[in-house]
């Protein structure tokens, strides 16, 4: 299997970005050409970061998820979620106007012909595409990287109405904890962050009923490693796996 990249790109941002990229891009512009996975005004493509581990061995999982979360602080990718499952959390991946720009060697501005679709060279492939069908996406989804300050609020109301954990008035924004949160919402939505809270709720665990009294605080719920368990019942009376409070893990991508 060849893999191919830019250079340039690949020196501005790093070898393994440019590669990724180049992958994402060659699918979208696939998907642009079929005229599928368009929503929002975008054309997706998408994967899990074990998925994209099978495609690039040569690299961890870690390392994939570094240079995504790379791609995505740069402005030149953007993630959203159109899967049929709301428990799936695959993440769908689009080209910022900024992306665009840089994969097709254009000025920003020029991005963009006039029906919406750029002249472009397509990149080597390498894989073959898999046919998920096309989903209409729930109305509650965040499907770019700006999440509503009512679902903020939303999450600190619901945190607050649960008993025993330490309440928060409010999230500072460009805090640490802001920050998390909006992360979860963003890869997860927030129906399933308020779900995540509603499972608390029913955790003697996690409410500080255990023999060492160690209740969960906010900062540890948002950490990316946490939230999952949390989300998947891990911690409910019925599943006795306690946490780590100190368990701060890395991003969660897939």
């Not at 046919?131 to 965040?142: L, Q, S």
């Not at 990316?224 to 006795?240: A, H, I, T």
């Amino acid at each position: 299997m060849t893999h191919s990249f830019d250079s340039e790109i690949a020196g501005e941002y790093g070898i393994l970005e440019a590669v990724l990229l180049n992958h994402i891009y060659y699918w979208i512009e696939k998907n642009r050409a079929n005229e599928q996975n368009f929503y929002d005004g975008n054309y997706w493509t998408y994967n899990s970061t074990r998925a994209f581990n099978e495609l690039f061995p040569y690299v961890s999982e870690r390392q994939i998820k570094n240079a995504l979360k790379h791609l995505r602080e740069e402005e030149i990718i953007i993630t959203g979620n159109y899967n049929e499952n709301a428990y799936d959390r695959t993440l769908w991946y689009a080209l910022s106007e900024k992306g665009l720009s840089i994969v097709q060697k254009r000025p920003m501005e020029e991005t963009k012909s006039s029906n919406g679709k750029g002249d472009n060279v397509r990149p080597i492939p390498d894989i073959k595409p898999d046919n998920k069908p096309n989903i209409e996406p729930d109305n509650n989804t965040v499907s770019n990287d700006t999440v509503r300050s009512t679902d903020v609020q939303r999450v600190v109301d619901a945190w607050n109405s649960l008993p025993a954990v330490k309440h928060i008035s409010r999230l500072v924004p460009e805090s640490q904890r802001h920050e998390w949160l909006k992360v979860r919402i963003r890869d997860y939505g927030i129906d399933d962050v308020l779900k995540a809270i509603d499972n608390i709720r029913y955790s003697p665990f996690l409410l500080g009923q255990s023999k060492g009294g160690w209740t969960i605080t906010f900062d540890w719920f948002v950490r990316p490693n946490n939230f999952p368990k949390v989300l998947d019942g891990n911690y409910l009376e019925n599943k006795p796996n306690e946490p780590d409070p100190a368990d701060d893990g890395g991003e969660t991508w897939q």
